[in-house]
Structure formats: structure tokens, C-alpha cells
């Protein structure tokens, strides 16, 4: 089973929205950090948002907050990015990723996590 799978990607205008989604599997996802990175061409990643699977406080970029929403359905071990008023600045690939203790203070470095999702493209025109 693949770790982590992202999907729900697609092309908008500018205040449009949309909502990925990452499926993890069983054993991804229990209690565990799931980030959401993004990432454009010539570009550093980028961290958006960490909701942690056993519950707490779920963490936001500023360039997102009170725009993008993270949530979780532990049912189908699945957690979500619902982007709202997407603008230009929003297009790129976006990744989503586990790791066990990644939902701290750090939780935006890379390096907290320890597997990775293919991406999944957001593109938004003005």
C-alpha cells in the first residue's frame, strides 16, 4: 500500500477554490503528522499547513492562513486542504507528507517528515 497519495488538483481562476486531498494508508496514518508542502519550478518547498491525526491544533503558513483549511477523516485515513480565494501566488505543486513527530513547533522543515506523496498540480489564472 502507497504511503500517501494526493489528488484533487486541478486549474481555477483567481477566488476560486479547491480541495485536495491525501489519502494515506492505515499505517501512515496512525497518530502521525500529515504536512502539506507546495513547490514551484527554481523554487524552495514551500510548508502550508500540519494537522496532526491524533487531534491538537493544526498548523497554517501566514501566506494561508484564513484561506486554507486542513481537516482529517479518520475513517478513511484521508486529510484534506480546502484552499479558498486561490490566487496566481497559489499555483504549484502540491505535496503532502507523514511524519511521526513532525507536528511541533518545526513543523514546517522538510526534514520533520519521512515520506512523501507524487504531488499534485494547483494552477490558477488570473
Known amino acids: 500500500q502507497v504511503p500517501l497519495v494526493e489528488s484533487g488538483g486541478g486549474s481555477v481562476q483567481a477566488g476560486g477554490a479547491l480541495t485536495l486531498s491525501c489519502a494515506a494508508s492505515?499505517?501512515?496514518?496512525?497518530?502521525?503528522?500529515i504536512g502539506w508542502f507546495r513547490q514551484t519550478p527554481g523554487k524552495e518547498r514551500e510548508a502550508v499547513a500540519a494537522?496532526?491525526?491524533?487531534?491538537?491544533?493544526?498548523r497554517y503558513a501566514d501566506s494561508v492562513e484564513g484561506r486554507f483549511r486542513a481537516s482529517r477523516n479518520d475513517l478513511k485515513t484521508t486529510v484534506y486542504l480546502q484552499m479558498n480565494d486561490l490566487t496566481p501566488a497559489d499555483t504549484a505543486m502540491y505535496y503532502c507528507?507523514?511524519?511521526?513527530?513532525?507536528?511541533?513547533?518545526?513543523?514546517?522543515?522538510?526534514?520533520?517528515?519521512?515520506?512523501w506523496g507524487q504531488g499534485t498540480q494547483v494552477t490558477v489564472s488570473s
Open positions: 492505515t499505517d501512515t496514518y496512525r497518530a502521525c503528522c
Open positions: 507528507a507523514s511524519g511521526r513527530w513532525a507536528c511541533g513547533p518545526n513543523w514546517s522543515l522538510e526534514s520533520r517528515y519521512d515520506s
Open positions: 494537522i496532526y491525526t491524533g487531534g491538537g491544533a493544526i
